[in-house]
């Protein structure tokens, strides 16, 4: 697959690479040696630079959620997947994590931005 003028692989569920004793700060996050990611895609955010995106679907009638105001859920389901995720991609990935979240009843989080993309590091 071609992604702005070159050639970079793209998928669904790529397995992230196997970690070499990284210690990352949330204990949430993901340490299997199977971990995948839902997306991977190359030139999203920047030419030839991977973005990972995970998704979530949350019901917001479940009874864990039905006291949350729709911002606080997706916010928490965005921070769930943050700790999960971002610090392993970033890290031993070299590459962009954003969280995508959705409701059953067919809402969405706001769009990331490239600064909520963790690109702090370029």
């Not at 990352?24 to 990611?37: I, P």
């Not at 610090?87 to 706001?110: K, W």
Request: proline letters at 6%; a negative charge; hydrophobic letters at 30%.
């Amino acid at each position: 697959m071609y992604a702005r003028g070159g050639p970079c692989r793209s998928g669904l569920e790529p397995l992230l690479l196997p970690l070499e004793g990284e210690v990352f700060e949330y204990k949430s996050a993901n340490k299997s040696d199977e971990t995948r990611s839902d997306i991977k895609c190359c030139g999203f955010w920047s030419n030839m630079r991977q973005a990972y995106f995970d998704i979530k679907v949350v019901s917001p009638f479940a009874r864990s959620n039905a006291h949350l105001e729709p911002a606080q859920l997706f916010k928490n389901a965005e921070r769930s997947k943050i700790r999960e995720y971002k610090e392993r991609i970033q890290n031993v990935e070299r590459a962009d994590f954003n969280p995508l979240v959705f409701t059953c009843t067919g809402g969405t989080s706001e769009s990331p931005s490239n600064e909520e993309a963790g690109r702090e590091n370029e």
